[in-house]
Each structure stands twice: as structure tokens, then as C-alpha cells.
């Protein structure tokens, strides 16, 4: 077999690796990243690494002896800077090239900068990798702090649950009326801020910032509003989406629109050249609508899916997305895509906080938000990756339980 590089080193390019070497794929296999200490869990970086529960040796996704075992060659802290397609080779930034049969692009997102004035000053700070992580990790480790978090998406809101945990003054700014708008129900983002607010962060939905302000050290002091309402600030955490990052792809020449442009099996235009997880826009086969999904669950299944093509069993990615989020004592999952429902069916218990929230288009299940109901998401994963029927009306039947249903 030939060679296989995988730009980027994070969740989908290693899962890629690791994909390829449990089908028995024999030929070499490098990973390329440009963060040190190699692939890493990212959903501690939010939630317990700042708290310490998690500790710094959990966060690596395989520990330091399986890149020998597996024969996979990791190659950190330089990037994947060109591709010459015809050659079929590609550059690094340490001036290395390698040459590839099959290239995979898993180069991931960065965190969308704060188009606004002060957004450089220090204590300013976005949260992707484990070199963010333990900066924040450190300064909410400390003394109690003004912490304002800017954007109330799954990172924002997550760093604001944790960092209230360790006791510190927190405040979310969101532009939009409410939170989690794109990712959520209206129900289940209600039930979070309302827990938020329980626990004594101060929530601010349709409010936008406008200039951080600086004390005479370049330190963050206060975050300014469009309204003119000036909160105090020792640390600002932004939080306020991602940016794919293509330029491998586009160095390649390859088609790129919010993510590497993909086909059903995950490949761009070229036949060598595929894109996985966070980066790649592919079409939903649900919907044909192009999307990006970012998740653990789709980087994972993107692998997989890319590195059966490479052993020559190309199909059409279909997994059913998955999601999940931990805030306090909420944990929150989402099978399917809710976006786009006309008809909503909750069951379960919304006071005691414990529901699924079931989305429905045109009288079928397109997805499931549920808080604190692990069964209900297994359940309806398997649900609606076999397309079983299921109606809103059955679902409003006095009675109706997910347990019941036919597996
Ligand atoms: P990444 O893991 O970002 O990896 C891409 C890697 O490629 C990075 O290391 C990047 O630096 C590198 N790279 C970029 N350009 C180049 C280049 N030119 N050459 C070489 N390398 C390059 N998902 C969930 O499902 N549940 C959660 O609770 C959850 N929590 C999260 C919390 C945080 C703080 C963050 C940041 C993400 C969270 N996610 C969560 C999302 C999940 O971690 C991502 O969807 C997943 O990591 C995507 O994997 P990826 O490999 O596509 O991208």
C-alpha cells in the first residue's frame, strides 16, 4: 500500500491512524500537528482539566507507547504547509516532505477572533488546546476572579459553568436572544441558562460587546457593551465560534467554502485527497444540506469512514450525529440534527429537569435533545440510524415510553 499522511493531529486525524492499523492497513502512516504534546481529549479542556479532575495525563487520546506499537509516525509542532498534488507530495513548515498515496486533511477549527478594540489586551483569552486550557486552568485555579465569558455557545457556557463552580464572578454576553440558538431548542437552552442563573451567573442574551478596556499594563479591566453597561473584568474568556482551517486545502488548490469542500465518502476532488472531522463540509445524507458537524462522535465516525475507503472499502458516510454537553449537574445530548423541525413532542419530567425534547419535520424524527436522560439518547440514536417510524402523535399518546418501542 502507499503512504498516508494525515494533516493534523487532533481527534479525526488520529482516529484516522488508528482506524487505518485496525483494519491492518500495512503501509506507513504519519500524523502531522502542530500542537506539542499530540492528540488530545478536548472536552476536559472545558470542563474538568480546569477543575483538576481531570488530570493533565488523561488528556492525551492514547498514551505515548501507541504510536510505536501501531507503527504510526507522529510528527508535532509543525504544520502541513503545502500540497503538490501532481508529485503527490507534501511540505512542512520544517521543511520536511513527505511523499503520500492518500492524504487526509483533519486540520480542525481555530476560535473565531473578537472583531472588536481591546480584543488583544492580556487576560483576554479563546479556548482550543491544551496550551489555552492551562493557562485558564491556572488563573481559575487562583483567587476569585471577574471572569466574563463572550458568547454563550458549548465552550463559552461550559468554562462559565466550570469557573462558577471554583467560585468565581461570572457573566455571559451573548448577541443573540438567547443561547445556543443554532445548537438547541429553545426548551433545552432555557433549561441551561435557567441553571446558570441558579447558580448565580449573571446572563445577558441580546447584548453586544463593543470594546474591552485596558488598564495601563495592557491587562483586561472591563468589557464595554453596545449599550454602554461596563462590566469589570479580570479575565475574558471568547467564545464565539470557529473558523475551519483550510489552508492545506487551499495551497492544494482544493475546493474550500466554511470547510473543505467533500463529496458522501468524504473525498474532495482529487481522489487521493480526503477531509475529516471539524474541517470538512460534506453533505448530510439526511438532508443534502452541506454542513460541518463539530463533534467527537463525527470526527471519530468520519475516520473510520475515510479509512475504510483507504483499504478499499469506499461508502457513503451516514453516521447519525451526536453531541453532548456537561454544565453543573446537567448533561445534555443530542442524537440527530434538530435544525429545520416544525413540530416539537417533549416527555419526561421538565420540571424535575429530567426530558427529551423530540424533533419532528413533515411527521418524522429528525433529532433529540435530552437532559439528564442517557437512555432516552441511546434509545433514540438507535432510532433514527435504523429510520424507524415514529409519529408525533404516537409520541403524545398517554403512556408513550422510548422503552417500549421495537429495537
Ligand atoms: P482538532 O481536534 O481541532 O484537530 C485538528 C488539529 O490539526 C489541531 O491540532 C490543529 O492545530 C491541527 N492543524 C491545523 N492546521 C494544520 C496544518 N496545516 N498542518 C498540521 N496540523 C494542523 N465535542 C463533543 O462531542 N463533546 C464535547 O463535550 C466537546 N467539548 C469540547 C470542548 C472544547 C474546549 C473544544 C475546543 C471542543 C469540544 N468538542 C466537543 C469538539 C471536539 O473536540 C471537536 O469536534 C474535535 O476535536 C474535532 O476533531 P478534529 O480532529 O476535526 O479537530
Not at 253 to 267: I, K, P, T
Not at 365 to 385: C, F, K, Q, Y
Request: proline share 7%.
Amino acid at each position: 500500500p502507499h503512504a498516508v499522511v494525515v494533516a493534523g493531529a487532533g481527534q479525526a486525524g488520529l482516529e484516522t491512524a488508528a482506524a487505518l492499523r485496525a483494519r491492518g492497513y500495512t503501509g506507513r502512516v504519519t500524523l502531522v500537528g502542530d500542537e506539542p504534546p499530540g492528540p488530545c481529549h478536548r472536552p476536559p479542556l472545558s470542563k474538568g482539566y480546569l477543575t483538576g479532575a481531570v488530570p493533565a495525563e488523561d488528556v492525551p487520546l492514547r498514551p505515548a507507547s501507541f504510536y510505536a506499537e501501531q507503527d504510526v509516525e507522529l510528527l508535532t509542532g509543525t504544520t502541513v504547509v503545502s500540497v503538490d498534488r501532481e508529485r503527490h507530495t507534501v511540505l512542512l513548515e520544517s521543511g520536511l516532505r513527505l511523499p503520500y498515496g492518500a492524504l487526509v486533511l483533519a486540520t480542525g477549527c481555530r476560535p473565531r477572533p473578537l472583531p472588536v478594540p481591546g480584543a488583544s489586551l492580556h487576560g483576554v483569552r479563546t479556548l482550543r488546546g491544551l496550551a489555552d486550557a492551562e493557562v485558564l486552568r491556572r488563573a481559575l485555579q487562583g483567587p476569585p476572579l471577574r471572569l466574563v465569558v463572550v458568547g454563550a455557545g458549548f465552550v463559552g457556557l461550559e468554562v462559565a459553568a466550570t469557573a462558577r463552580g471554583l467560585g468565581h464572578e461570572v457573566t455571559v454576553v451573548e448577541t443573540q436572544p438567547r443561547a445556543l440558538t443554532r445548537a438547541l431548542t429553545p426548551a433545552v437552552s432555557e433549561r441551561i441558562v435557567a441553571e446558570h442563573r441558579a447558580q448565580g451567573v449573571r446572563v445577558l442574551t441580546g447584548r453586544q460587546v463593543a470594546v474591552l478596556h485596558g488598564d495601563d499594563r495592557e491587562r483586561v479591566r472591563a468589557v464595554e457593551l453596545a449599550d454602554g453597561e461596563r462590566i469589570g473584568a479580570d479575565l475574558v474568556v471568547v467564545g464565539i465560534g470557529v473558523l475551519p482551517n483550510t489552508e492545506p486545502a487551499r495551497a492544494a488548490g482544493l475546493a474550500v467554502d466554511d470547510g473543505v469542500l467533500v463529496d458522501a465518502g468524504l473525498r474532495t476532488a482529487d481522489p487521493d485527497v480526503w477531509a475529516v472531522g471539524d474541517c470538512a463540509s460534506f453533505p448530510e445524507p439526511r438532508t443534502g444540506r452541506r454542513m460541518r458537524l463539530e463533534s467527537v462522535q463525527n470526527a471519530t465516525d468520519q475516520a473510520r469512514c475515510v479509512a475504510a475507503a483507504i483499504c478499499g472499502e469506499p461508502h457513503p458516510y451516514t453516521a447519525v450525529p451526536r453531541f453532548w454537553t456537561e454544565q453543573y449537574a446537567l448533561r445534555v445530548q443530542m442524537a440527530g440534527l434538530t435544525s429545520g423541525h416544525d413540530e416539537t413532542v417533549t416527555v419526561g419530567d421538565v420540571a424535575g429537569g429530567r426530558f427529551s425534547v423530540l424533533c419532528f419535520r413533515e411527521g418524522r424524527l429528525i433529532g433529540v435533545e435530552s437532559v439528564n436522560r442517557p437512555a432516552d439518547h441511546g434509545i433514540t440514536a438507535r432510532l433514527l440510524a435504523a429510520g424507524t417510524a415514529l409519529s408525533p402523535a404516537a409520541a403524545r399518546e398517554p403512556g408513550f415510553d422510548l422503552k417500549k418501542l421495537p429495537r
